[in-house]
């Protein structure tokens, strides 16, 4: 018996785990879908129907919200002392254990959250179709790239490891800690540009900016996109954009690694 | 089937075993008594690899438990003293989980939810606590795992049900597998469990099966107390005993004055009892 990963275990794990998803996430995934509706729903008395951007957009923040609570909601007992003893005991690998609780969480929430609020969107522009700005799934293209569903899994990974780690109040203290080490890093970056000297980094910006291309509007550099566009013809974002990517790589990793190994060590 | 040699277990600066040293092999019960605190159930989170020994002093099925292979996972089965209920059915939840387990046998499972008269269709959440503890029983059983440590099983059953787990764990035991049953209520337990272990004071105190046990000890209830006795508790009867069996005559162990003479005498147990050593 192959006692790391074997095919046949893993499948019958995540096909365990799907169908307790349901129990423990579906009235979550159905409660956020009926936020939805509401949204649609008020947009019906405004003066101006929502557009496709901020359709799209709400829907992306809802799966990201479904992705933050969704570890803890379907893997909440998996560390609890008693509650998760049935989970650990289950004759399965920590491997298997581990991407189990990824796919799950990544592809249940993601799927369940994207069909049932496009599903919810399509039906309110057959219904309504004078009252919607557009037809969702032809402007969709653009805002659901890779790296959307990158951005995507990123989240889910930090609350999958977060559920691991905390005992309690797991989503609340996950988000304390990111907000912890952002403000961490901003006073790190404070200081390297004091040590630097705020004139030189004054410089150096303006040198960047000195390059941006005219073709993008001044708007767009603040997001990744922008600066993506921009990458291309400018090498220092290039590389500053290749690091940002493989820091979120290695984040992702680390998560990974750390939640596999508390499923194999934690302590009962 | 299960070895202990020389553990070492401690929670942070609190010692609970030092140098402990067992053997169990398969084909029996074990009862395993001793007093609050004295770790029953820390060995048997051992055991089950819920808690961490080093390599060599604890080899379960040719495992180090800590290890949690799924090769280990399949044959052990540690039900705790109070479970906690899933969300859902009884049915949902054994048939999610109880696949996973090679010897896993649902026909099974549902017989001794008939005798433990528990409807597997009903959420958890809807039964007692005594009923519950029936159902995890039932599925705990119907895994058929080669060692399967039970930790207070008869803990919020009521008497019939307590019958009817001694004659189903009786019924179950086959020459392949090892139970062992940690226990405060060993009247409920009497005529089941064989051999008994004692923990005491990071130790074993004693192991011995119930043929040793008779060998050298005596129980008797007499209307006078007797002199020389290694226990003696007064009951509506006269005095329950416990002396040195110098008569060579076969008495009924009585496993609650056994284990207050135990702890009475412990030298004297030392002494005259092997501990499962050979």
């Known amino acids: 018996m192959n006692n790391v990963f074997a095919i046949k275990r893993f499948g019958a794990l995540v096909k365990k785990e799907c169908r307790e998803f349901f129990g423990n996430f579906g009235l979550t995934v159905l409660s956020m879908t009926g936020t939805y509706v509401i949204y649609l729903l008020a947009s019906l008395l405004s003066s101006s129907p929502p557009g496709i951007l901020s359709r799209l957009s709400l829907i992306i923040v809802w799966t990201g919200f479904a992705l933050v609570f969704a570890p803890s909601k379907v893997y909440g007992t998996a560390n609890h002392k008693k509650m998760g003893l049935s989970y650990v005991q289950l004759p399965s690998s920590a491997l298997e254990k581990t991407i189990s609780m990824f796919v799950v969480t990544y592809l249940c929430v993601t799927l369940s959250m994207l069909i049932s609020l496009f599903a919810v969107d399509t039906l309110f522009y057959l219904l309504f179709p004078s009252r919607s700005s557009g037809f969702l799934l032809t402007g969709s293209h653009s805002m659901f790239s890779i790296k959307t569903f990158f951005d995507l899994f990123v989240i889910q990974s930090l609350f999958v490891l977060g559920n691991m780690v905390f005992k309690r109040q797991k989503v609340v203290k996950t988000l304390a800690v990111l907000i912890g080490f952002v403000f961490l890093l901003s006073f790190v970056m404070g200081l390297l540009v004091k040590a630097i000297g705020i004139e030189v980094v004054e410089r150096w910006i303006d040198t960047m900016l000195k390059d941006f291309p005219q073709e993008i509007e001044p708007g767009r550099i603040v997001g990744m996109r922008g600066l993506r566009l921009w990458s291309v013809e400018n090498p220092l974002i290039r590389n500053f954009v290749f690091i940002t990517d493989t820091v979120r790589g290695l984040v992702v990793a680390s998560c990974w690694f750390g939640t596999y190994r508390l499923i194999k060590t934690t302590k009962y | ?278």
């Open chain 2, 1 to 278: 089937m299960i070895e202990i040699n020389n553990l070492t277990f401690s929670y942070s600066k609190n010692k609970v075993f030092d140098g402990l040293t067992l053997s169990l092999t398969k084909g029996n019960v074990y009862g395993l008594l001793g007093q609050n605190g004295v770790g029953k159930t820390t060995l048997l989170k051992l055991l089950a690899g819920l808690q961490q020994s080093t390599k060599d002093a604890c080899v379960v099925n040719g495992f180090h438990p800590y290890g949690r292979q799924p090769e280990f996972l399949q044959d052990v089965f540690y039900l705790p003293d109070d479970p906690e209920s899933p969300t859902g059915t009884i049915n949902q939840f054994v048939r999610h989980n109880g696949p996973f387990y090679r010897g896993f046998d649902y026909k099974q499972f549902r017989s001794m939810m008939d005798r433990f008269e528990v409807n597997p269709d009903e959420k958890f959440k809807n039964l007692s606590a005594g009923q519950q503890k029936k159902a995890f029983i039932s599925y705990a059983l119907a895994l058929n795992t080669k060692v399967l440590l039970l930790d207070e099983p008869s803990n919020g059953m009521d008497i019939t049900s307590k019958s009817v787990f001694r004659s189903i764990v009786a019924g179950h035991i086959s020459e392949e597998q090892v139970i062992i049953i940690s226990t405060h209520q060993v009247r409920d337990l009497e005529n089941l469990i064989d051999p008994v272990i004692i923990l005491d004071q990071k130790q074993v105190l004693l192991h011995a099966s119930i043929e040793e046990i008779t060998k050298k000890l005596s129980f008797i209830t007499a209307a006078k107390e007797e002199e020389g006795v290694l226990y003696s508790e007064q009951t509506p009867l006269g005095y329950s005993m416990v002396k040195a069996n110098v008569t060579g005559v076969d008495t009924k162990v009585d496993l609650e004055a056994l284990f207050n003479a135990a702890l009475q005498h412990k030298e004297w147990f030392k002494e005259h009892f092997k501990n499962g050593r050979q």
